[in-house]
């Protein structure tokens, strides 16, 4: 890769996945800049569609080197609900909403999806990023944003609230397919450097 640090323009109006996001790219030496106001969701049950569709649309607006992420919450006895929904869901019935729709149900079994596409002429790279974990039973911890005070992850106590971002980054879905797309971004354009 040429030393020039790339400015990917992550379209989204969540700060804090901005700030997941950044020490995840200047790992692989990528700067992001959090961009608002840009992001068209179209409605799919798949999240790679959506942030595909999403970053294209983007794209061609901005001209610009672009990432969108789309993420949803899938709980296996609720089957899968809310998945593509969750952000309508979180706003609608919040953690106290799905706390209530699972009731004394004893699988508390969920997982986290997320899907990322970046756009960096001519590469389009679209990776997807999955963490199994549990729904408590209570709300702990104040970090984070959405479905973290109640999502445990494989592997820990903690639910994600409760966890600093470097800790989230080491399980959350969107650690794993945002580094996923980036190292595939670096590979793609140290290629298209060698090909010019
Ligand atoms: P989005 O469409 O990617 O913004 O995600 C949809 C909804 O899923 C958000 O409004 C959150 O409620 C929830 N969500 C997505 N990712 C996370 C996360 O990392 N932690 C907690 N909730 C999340």
Redesign the pocket.
């Known amino acids: 890769m040429s030393n020039k640090v790339v400015t990917i323009y992550f379209l989204t109006g ?1 700060k804090h996945k901005v700030i997941e996001v950044e020490p995840i790219a200047s790992k692989y030496g990528f700067k992001i800049k959090g961009y608002p106001g840009y992001k068209v ?1 179209i409605q799919s049950m798949d999240l790679a569609e959506i942030s595909e569709k999403a970053a294209l649309l983007g794209y061609l607006y901005l001209g610009k080197p672009v990432m969108v ?5 899938f709980i296996e006895a609720l089957n899968g609900f809310p998945g593509p929904y ?2 309508y869901v ?1 706003k609608v019935l919040g953690i106290n909403g799905i706390l209530k729709l699972l009731g004394g149900v004893s699988d508390r079994r969920a997982y ?1 999806l ?1 899907a990322t596409t970046i756009i960096y002429k001519p590469c389009i790279i679209t990776e997807r990023g999955r963490v199994d974990g549990y729904i408590s039973i209570e709300p702990r911890g104040d970090k ?5 005070p109640i ?1 445990i992850p494989e592997g820990s106590d903690m639910t ?1 609230a409760e966890m600093s971002i470097d800790e989230k980054n080491k399980y ?3 650690a794993r397919s945002v580094s996923k797309a980036l190292e595939k971004l670096g590979r793609c354009i140290e290629y298209m450097g060698s090909e010019t």
């Open positions: 969540n969701e992420e789309d993420a949803g919450l969750s952000s979180y986290f997320s984070g944003f959405g479905f973290d999502f994600f959350s879905h969107r």
